[in-house]
């Protein structure tokens, strides 16, 4: 289950970091808090209208961290809430999930989905 506080700053602006392991060492890529929207089975979808590096590692790791946070949320210490998540992504290019995500993001070329393993508030 995807904690409240979490769903809270997703609607926010703000920016998300996704990290990957590749063959190479880490990457990283942002998007927009807002842009990511729920699966209804609680999966992550993130629009991709590049993310080339980031969808050749998860190709060879699937697992990823994200960050995300915004300072219009109250946190664990006053202003501000903050969110680590660990998962296992997918690059989605077809079907029901894609044609989702499309609809709103008509720029997309590839939905990542991502599996949540853990959400932890990090401030």
Partial sequence: ??????LEI???DGVTAIATLGN???????T???????SADGRLFIPAGYMHKTEANIAHNPNVL????SSKVKG???VGAGFLIKGKA????????????????SWQRATLAVTIE??????
């Fill in 1 to 6: 289950m995807i904690p409240e506080k979490l």
């Fill in 10 to 12: 997703m609607k926010q």
């Fill in 24 to 30: 190479d060492g880490p990457h990283m890529v942002n």
């Fill in 32 to 38: 927009w808090n807002s842009y990511i929207k729920i």
């Fill in 66 to 69: 994200i960050t995300l946070g």
């Fill in 76 to 78: 664990l210490y006053g």
């Fill in 90 to 105: 997918a690059f989605i290019t077809a079907g029901p999930d894609f044609d989702f995500m499309k609809e709103k993001y």
């Fill in 118 to 123: 853990s959400a932890t508030q990090t401030w």
